[in-house]
């Protein structure tokens, strides 16, 4: 369970100033002082645990979960922690329709590969100076808004977002599609469209880091019983073969 002395060091319970509060996060907000709302810990606790089970289920049937986190005090915590665990993100600018029109998002992520292979089978090396630069140029803006998710082959299984306000194009792409977002939403936010509700600090780097850390080990463990599985079955079909054969 979500430690909630974790939770309390890191600041995760600091809310917005109460005057820029959305009433439809009443039932997560346990009182307020000096003007600033102060979140129910114990049912962030609960939350995180409730997210971390479905993570981990998501994880185990080998779906992949999207982080979005594009503001700056999130974005390096969230390229590490889903790289860790080997996931898709996205910390620079949201492309719209990034899920929604996610065929040509492919074809981009496809143009990076394409780049690569000439540079490795020396097609590039015919191109002119002018061409090269080019070429180069846009492979580098490619990488830079696409580069997190080129292993992302099909549609992910599920969203992660870090301040639902900011990301509201990705939470409603999302919405569209009926894919599950996961979230962390602070006091001044929509709590409505989001599948499971964090209620959290997002704005402290430390917050979002103890949130993160706690999410990311369930689906570290949804990819560890994963690949468990694949082995212990694979072991079984080698021990049935022989047995199979003789008969």
Known sequence: MANIQEL????????HLTRKW???MAPYIYTERNGVHIIDLYKTSAKIDEASAALQK????GRKILFVATKKQAKDIVAEKA?????????ERWPGGMLTNFVTIRKAVKKMASIDRMKTDGSFDALSKREKLQINRQREKLEKNLGSISDMTRLPGALFVIDVKK???AVAEAQKLNIPIFAMVD???DPRPIDFVIPANDDAS???DRVLSYVTDAIAEGLTERKAD???AKAEKTADAPASEEA
Request: aromatic fraction near 6%; glycine fraction near 6%.
């Open 8 to 15: 309390l060091e890191s600041g995760v319970h600091f809310g």
């Open 22 to 24: 959305n009433p439809n």
């Open 58 to 61: 998501i994880a185990n049937s």
């Open 83 to 91: 790289k860790a665990v080997n996931m898709p993100y996205i910390t």
């Open 167 to 169: 990301e509201h194009i």
């Open 187 to 189: 006091t001044n936010s």
């Open 206 to 208: 430390k917050s979002i």
């Open 230 to 232: 694949k082995e212990k």
